[in-house]
């Protein structure tokens, strides 16, 4: 797989960065603050660096490769909070309580980063509309990532190893829907390996609903936030069906 050159590496940063801050804040204003000086950061350092269709075109040349390497370059750089902080934070709730609380605040910072990506449409000036979308992405896979890994530490199931191969574990998770399942390090990501493929086919699906973000005056931002909202939810409902089973079996 590609080392991501130094200004994606930027952008996965900061997109681990946002993701966490969006997700952990109950205030709608912050977040959509939040979601708008990343988009703006995006697109202004795409447009300072010369960047906009042309070059996405070329990018194109390596499909969603481009975008897996950043978001293998973001997973380990997403703040987690473990079960301690958990506990503490959702104090005398249930491993239950707590999963339908993370849930429901990944669905809401999903769907601020989809209503975010659709006001950037309206601007009188164009931006770069493909660097919005890599970046919205980038964001909702980052929130959907901390809300895998938060879950399996809520109900106490959590992947083995260091924290960087734990984050691999959960984006692993993330493309199979489901809770993390053993597997020898290291094969998961390899190029041309089952997951890479269904990683690619997972990344192009999210990038088609970011799109939509960027429709007409703001029913783009609406739909945006609507199917972020929605599929975040469902992923979230998965994961939690899968690990609550697991729970209940020990």
């Known amino acids: 797989m590609a080392e991501p050159d130094s200004e994606a590496t930027e952008i996965s940063l900061r997109a681990a960065e946002i993701a966490a801050d969006i997700t952990e804040t109950n205030q709608p204003q912050e977040r959509r603050r939040l979601v708008r000086a990343f988009n703006k950061a995006v697109s202004s350092g795409a447009r300072a660096a010369g960047r906009g269709t042309r070059v996405v075109r070329r990018r194109a040349g390596s499909g969603s490769g481009w975008l897996l390497g950043q978001v293998v370059a973001m997973a380990p750089r997403l703040r987690v909070r473990d079960q301690t902080a958990l506990q503490a934070q959702f104090r005398g709730m249930s491993a239950d309580e707590i999963a339908d609380a993370l849930i429901e605040g990944a669905a809401h910072a999903a769907a601020a980063a ?37 879950l399996h530490e809520a109900y106490g199931i959590q992947a083995p190893g260091n924290f960087a191969e734990r984050m691999s ?7 199979h829907r489901r809770g993390v399942f053993m597997i020898e390090g290291g094969v998961i990501l390899a190029a041309g390996s089952p997951l890479a493929r269904l990683l690619r086919r997972r990344l192009i699906a999210r990038v088609g609903r970011s799109a939509v973000s960027l429709g007409p005056l703001l029913t783009g931002a609406t739909a ?5 909202s929605r599929e975040t939810k469902k992923l979230g409902r998965d994961i939690q069906r899968d690990l609550r089973g697991r729970t209940i079996g020990r």
Not at 130 to 150: R, Y
Not at 224 to 228: D, I, R, S, V, Y
């Open 114 to 150: 989809g209503a975010g990506a659709g006001l950037v449409a309206v601007l009188p000036v164009l931006p770069a509309f493909p660097a919005e979308v890599a970046a919205e992405t980038l964001l909702v896979v980052g929130i959907e990532l901390k809300l895998v890994a938060e």
């Open 169 to 175: 574990a959960y984006v692993a998770a993330w493309a």
């Open 224 to 228: 945006g936030a609507m199917l972020n």
